[in-house]
């Protein structure tokens, strides 16, 4: 197989998403109303902005101009609408414009309903026209419910070292379920009101490859992992061993949870729940707004594009720590099979 890499260059501008979604509603009255779109030229940069408006709101970035200089965009979505123009992916305009909505919108909770919602919108947008078992380089390649199982190329140093398309399995309760593991991808998992629970420690030291789906438990009942319990529910893994309802901002919340007890991604639990402590703040049970980190009780900022990079903390967002310095990458890649078109008259 023949492959060829097309570097596009990281936009320099952005545009406001909202402009694109709210111009129907602009429009004179007319007998028909159409609905808003982004086209394949918007929607890296339409993605990126709503992105950015989510990440500052949710305290994973510090404000929209840091954000816009820290985030690349996603080269999955890259690598799709570079397939539009070679027949391996469909794209929808209304359903890229509601995507870009959905993510600008969506809440700070930490549940499954909001992370669904995301992949669901997302799925809408591009309809991939590779059947299971074909090459593939992204996900949104892939033909109905399959991915691209790369794998294989991890290790490689391959940029555009091509995956399978594989389809995804919905697991019920009692079903064998994959667990996590370094370097594999999972294309097999329990239905969302289940959870994959690890078989007994057999005592060999080696992490189990495979678990069983349980249902997840309500309010109250004995659970094992983190994510044993209903949606909006946490087990308190390591205390009463019971799940409890995740309080919302202002609640009363129990801040014997060791992993938080707070509904919202960027709140902590101090009797209340609270916005999470910024840099120079003490941290709350080692815990520290999403763009800092805790370091001898105090929370410390990732440090952004163009910071020294040599203090043992990551850089801010996708920036890579080069000659000691945050930087960021400014080219995306695109990877296509076959013969390249002829260049343009």
Known sequence: MRVMTYEISRPGTWRLGVALLLGGLLAPACDTTEEPTVDTA??????????????????????????MASELPDPGLVQALGGTSFDRVGYDAEAAAAYVDTLRNLSCDDTVENARTLLDAHAAIFGGRIEAGGACFADEECRGEAVCDRTACQGSGQICCT?????????????????????????????????????????????????????????GLPCEQRDACLDGQRCNVGGSGNCYKLSASG????????????????????????????????????????????V??????????????????????NLDCRDGVCQADLTSVVCVDGTPPPPPM
């Open 42 to 67: 918007d929607l890296r940069t339409e993605e990126l902005d709503a992105r950015c408006e989510y990440l500052v709101r949710c305290g994973f970035m510090p404000d929209r101009n840091t954000c």
């Open 163 to 219: 995956g399978q398309c594989v389809e995804i399995r919905y697991l019920s309760v009692g079903e064998a379920c994959p667990l996590a593991q370094q370097g594999t991808r999972i294309t097999s998992f329990c239905r969302d009101d289940a959870y994959c629970q690890a078989p007994p420690d057999d005592g060999s030291g080696n992490p189990p490859t495979q678990g069983t789906c349980h249902a997840r438990v309500d309010n």
């Open 251 to 294: 609640e009363m919340c129990n801040p014997d949870l060791s992993q938080g007890s707070c509904l919202s991604l960027n709140e902590v639990c101090t009797g209340t729940c609270v916005a999470a402590p910024g840099p120079g703040q003490a941290c709350v049970q080692g815990e520290c707004i999403g763009y800092a980190a805790c």
């Open 296 to 317: 001898d009780d105090v929370c410390v900022a990732y440090p952004r594009q163009g910071e020294a990079c040599d203090g043992g903390l990551p850089c801010l967002g």
